[in-house]
């Protein structure tokens, strides 16, 4: 884990710690707490799933609060890989333990901060799996943050927690809100002027089938699940056949983004000639893959460039790896040999003897639900 910044000197302390997603309940919990005239640093959690580092300044300005963004995502993947204890929510969100994880960690910089409690937006009865009553409790108890857990947007049907018994926090400007509705977080937008709504959540993508399926397969078939796996997941279309993985950019974007992040010893296909995308091919573990596969992969990846197909001939895929093609400082362009470079006359051809395949949600819906009952077993 790790943060963006470094703030613990004695000048620098804080009433309150949050946790702060960037949706709505997040936020007014915040503005909720600062209008006692308490001060609150925001932790905003970041990792493949789920966090928008990037608008920290942008919410700091327009919501008037200080952010801190931390980075979970180490502690996260681990949570996926050894599977999460109290199982996932619909799609593959462990909403429970992601809620633990991110309170002890909140708990560890209160401390930091100097701070004397922790603020969650979290209002009883919305969401169906992590903010029931029982489930608040659970959350509560196994993050051991029972004495210092605040949630000022419900804290009324709650009992009252040690920093308002004594004073620091006035009980009676705490909130009830309760349910799924989202009038009163909507009147209490408008009361505090917020030139922007956020959405009611942060955006979760293990919340969402179209990644879920994406994430799934990380999980069945990678040696060890890392966090470049899952970033790697997070770009392109995904293709797979058992434990071979191939990421095919769409756009300049994502060609751009897989040659950032895909690791030294993967292999980088680009076709000489013809426009087309980048593709990634996955060596876990350095696990070479033999030339054969090498060979289905070029051209399945020839297959993605509409020019080569029309011409109708073979046409020449450039195999390396992506430390020779680093050490080049080559950008993915077509200029320049490369050490250790392997040429491939291919036809392109979608459907190959390895036969690549794109998750499908039913079928992950059933191997997710299998998987946890196995773990139950
Ligand atoms: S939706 Fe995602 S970020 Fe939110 S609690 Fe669930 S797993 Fe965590």
């Known amino acids: 884990m790790h943060s963006d910044t470094n703030t613990t000197s004695a000048d620098n302390r804080y009433d309150a710690v949050a946790l702060l997603s960037g949706g709505l309940d997040s936020i007014l919990a915040v503005k909720v707490i600062q209008d006692q005239g308490l001060r609150v640093k925001c932790l905003h959690f970041v990792s493949p799933f789920f966090g928008k580092p990037h608008k920290r300044r942008h919410w700091e300005a327009i919501y008037g609060i200080d952010i801190e963004n931390v980075d979970i995502s180490e502690d996260y993947v681990r949570l996926l890989t050894e599977r999460p204890v109290y199982g996932f929510g619909k799609v593959l969100n462990p909403c429970v333990d992601c809620k633990i994880i991110m309170m002890r960690k909140a708990s560890e910089m209160m401390h930091r901060y100097g701070a004397r409690f922790i603020i969650s937006g979290e209002v009883l009865g919305q969401r169906p799996m992590s903010q029931r009553q029982d489930t608040l409790n659970v959350i509560r108890r196994d993050a051991d943050v029972r004495e210092v857990l605040l949630r000022p947007l419900c804290a009324k049907h709650l009992d009252p927690t040690e920093v308002e018994l004594s004073g620091l926090v006035d009980r009676e400007r705490l909130l009830g809100i309760k349910g799924r509705g989202r009038s009163e977080q909507l009147a209490l937008a408008k009361h505090y002027g917020f030139a922007e709504v956020p959405t009611p959540g942060g955006g979760c993508k293990l ?171």
């Open 207 to 377: 919340a969402e089938k179209e990644n879920a399926r994406r994430y799934w397969p990380v999980l069945k078939f990678s040696p060890k699940p890392s966090v470049r796996d899952f970033k790697l997941s997070n770009i392109g279309r995904q293709y797979w056949a058992e434990d071979k993985w191939m990421i095919v950019g769409r756009n300049q974007m994502d060609n751009t983004a897989l040659l950032k992040v895909c690791g030294d010893d993967d292999l980088i296909f680009r076709l000489r000639g013809f426009p087309g995308p980048i593709a990634v091919g996955r060596q876990f573990e350095g696990k070479a893959w033999a030339q054969e596969e090498i060979a289905d992969a070029a051209a399945f990846t020839a297959s993605f460039s509409p020019k080569s197909v029309q011409s109708g001939q073979d046409v020449t895929v450039r195999v390396s790896c992506a430390a020779d093609l680093r050490k080049q400082g080559d950008s993915g362009s077509e200029q320049g040999p490369v050490a250790n470079e392997m040429l491939f006359t291919v036809t392109p051809c979608r459907q190959t003897p390895i036969g690549w395949c794109e998750s499908e949600w039913p079928v992950v819906r059933e191997e997710i639900r299998a998987d946890m009952r196995d773990k139950r077993a």
